[in-house]
């Protein structure tokens, strides 16, 4: 069945250090992939999307490439700040629509 | 615009007991989705409801049931509590019935005692 895959977290970062999450996903036909974004004590926000490979979503600083050769969404920011601090979800809507989530990657920016 | 609403926001409950969440989606979304997100996981997808029929089931129990509205709000119901239903259930709204992005609402925490 389709699921996806994300990097085990807890991730702590210094303030303007590079990020990367990684995110990898199996499906069958051709899924959206998105990142999901919840902040503390809140729900979940849209980050970012791409709909078919090679597309590039991006929001925030925020950026992360459709790799259907290896299966792969991985998401980046250049320069974190201490407002990313957050839980970071790595999802796909396949042909049965339902959207399916990897199981969060906690990210903590220290200034 | 309002976003996704769902209420209550808080219910605690007692083993065995019924319970009725409900949600409205973004004015001019006719698709609501129900997940689980048990602490500490990503969220679980239960249903999905597209102009008011079912069009997606996850793997729960029949005791988990959903309807859609004409007014295209929706309603999950859960029979027979268990202390493992104890989770923040999610309701998103998106556009149509395919592969859309979901606008999520703030979620009904449900603690099972």
């Known amino acids: 069945g389709n699921s996806v895959t994300q990097m085990e977290g807890p991730v702590t970062l210094s303030e303007e250090a590079f990020l990367t999450i990684n995110c990898t996903y199996t499906?069958?036909?051709?899924?959206?992939l998105f990142w999901y974004v919840q902040y503390p004590g809140e729900g979940l926000q849209l980050l970012l999307k791409?709909?078919?490979?090679?597309d590039k979503g991006s929001n925030k600083g925020f950026e992360a490439t459709y790799r259907k050769e290896t299966t792969s969404f991985h998401l980046e920011k250049g320069s974190v700040q201490v407002s990313d601090s957050a839980v970071y979800f790595c999802?796909?809507?396949?042909?049965?629509?339902?959207?399916?989530f990897g199981a969060g990657t906690r990210l903590t920016v220290k200034p | 615009d309002a976003g996704v609403t769902q209420s209550p926001t808080h219910l605690i409950k007692t083993r065995g007991q019924h319970v009725t969440l409900r949600c409205s989606p973004i004015?001019?979304?006719?698709?609501v989705s129900w997940y689980q997100q048990v602490l500490g996981q990503g969220p679980q997808f239960i249903f999905q409801?597209?102009?008011?029929?079912?069009?997606g089931r996850g793997n729960f129990p029949d005791r988990f049931s959903a309807r859609q509205f004409p007014n295209y709000s929706s309603e999950l119901n859960v029979n027979a509590l268990l202390l493992g239903d104890s989770a923040l259930y999610l309701c998103?709204?998106?556009?149509?019935?395919?592969?859309?992005?979901?606008?999520f609402g703030p979620g009904t925490r449900l603690t099972v005692t």
């Open positions: 499906a069958t036909g051709y899924p959206s």
């Open positions: 004015s001019g979304h006719k698709s």
């Open positions: 999802a796909l809507v396949a042909n049965n629509n339902d959207m399916r």
């Open positions: 409801y597209y102009e008011k029929e079912e069009r």
């Open positions: 998103a709204s998106s556009l149509g019935g395919g592969p859309y992005e979901q606008y």
């Open positions: 791409a709909t078919k490979a090679d």
